[in-house]
């Protein structure tokens, strides 16, 4: 376990400030083990969901799946390795609600980043989206509704140095997204990126000690020489306040809203 995510003050997020109601409706959240899995998965729980939520980490399933009791919806879960694709495309099959959210992070420099490591990030975070909007759409069309929620990143917008993999996987996501919405628009179906800057995740976590050493700084000036130095609300985003954008782009009223990236970044892409 990695030491806590040093943090800035900041105000509590709002929990639940959409109305939702997704009674009825069966949603399949990806990384729902992860931060910004989990609260997803919760969420669309919350709002009356049965969640289908995947992830290779079990332990971090059985977490999720202890919390979600006396929700009014629903959550199970399902171990799955995305790297499994055909899997992947299966475990879509039937979903009003996807929400592409699993993803991995590796920081080094191009000349030093590992082959294998690139292959598995475009992967997971842009060949399996794919493949899971692409056994999803067919329920969703045969119905003429449907949601697709892309969890892209600040880093679907804009590089940052020594995050090839990761940047060119979110930037891949954003077009694959926006692909989704043209297509979908005649079957009621809409696809849209929620694009955060750093959340307080294990994914964030697990890099501060690898951005210390690529950048030449000490662990304890990552956050605000880093991570925080291009927004302008100097903290860290909580997962509960992704999953309510996630929320929101399945509601009544944004079903115009489709083809975006809705930022969450603190005023990082206003530069
Ligand atoms: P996290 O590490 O807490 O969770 C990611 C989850 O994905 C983990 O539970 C992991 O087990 C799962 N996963 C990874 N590889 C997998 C595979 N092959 N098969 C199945 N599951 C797999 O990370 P997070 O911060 O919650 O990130 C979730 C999403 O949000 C990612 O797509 C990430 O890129 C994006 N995001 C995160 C941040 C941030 O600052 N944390 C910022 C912007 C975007």
């Known amino acids: 376990m990695t030491a806590p995510t040093p943090s800035l003050p900041g105000p509590v997020p709002p929990h639940h ?5 997704l009674g009825g409706r069966t949603a399949l959240v990806t990384g729902a083990a992860g931060g910004i899995g ?49 899997a992947a495309e299966k475990a879509a099959e039937g979903v009003d609600v996807l929400v592409n959210n699993a993803g991995l992070q590796l920081v080094r420099p191009l000349e030093e980043f590992p082959p294998d490591v690139f292959h598995t990030v475009l992967t997971v975070m842009l060949e399996a989206p794919f493949r899971l909007i692409r056994g999803a759409l ?20 804009r590089a940052s140095a020594y995050k090839s993999a990761y940047v060119a996987a979110k930037h ?18 809409t696809s849209n990126c929620v694009s955060p800057g750093y959340v307080r995740t294990p994914l964030v976590e697990a890099q501060i000690a690898d ?3 690529a950048h030449g700084i000490p662990p304890e000036r990552v956050l605000t020489d880093v991570l925080l130095r291009d927004a302008a609300l100097k903290r860290l985003v909580e997962p509960e306040e992704v999953a309510e954008a996630v929320a929101y782009l399945c509601t009544p009223q944004a079903a115009f809203v489709t083809g975006i990236s809705l930022a969450l970044d603190g005023g990082w892409t206003a530069h």
């Open 172 to 189: 891949g996501l954003e077009g694959l997204s926006k692909t989704a919405a043209l297509e979908g628009a005649p079957h009621g179906v």
């Open 138 to 157: 067919p329920h969703m069309y045969a119905q003429g509704w449907g949601r697709i929620v892309n969890l892209s990143s600040v880093h679907g917008l």
């Open 38 to 86: 989990r609260a997803c998965a919760l969420r669309l729980a919350s709002a009356g969901a049965e969640v289908r939520a995947v992830d290779r980490d079990a332990d971090g399933l059985a977490a999720l799946a202890a919390r979600a009791g006396g929700l009014p919806g629903l959550v199970r879960t399902q171990v799955l390795d995305l790297t499994d694709l055909d």
């Open 17 to 21: 400030s959409v109305a939702l109601d």
């Open 211 to 213: 951005q210390a050493a």
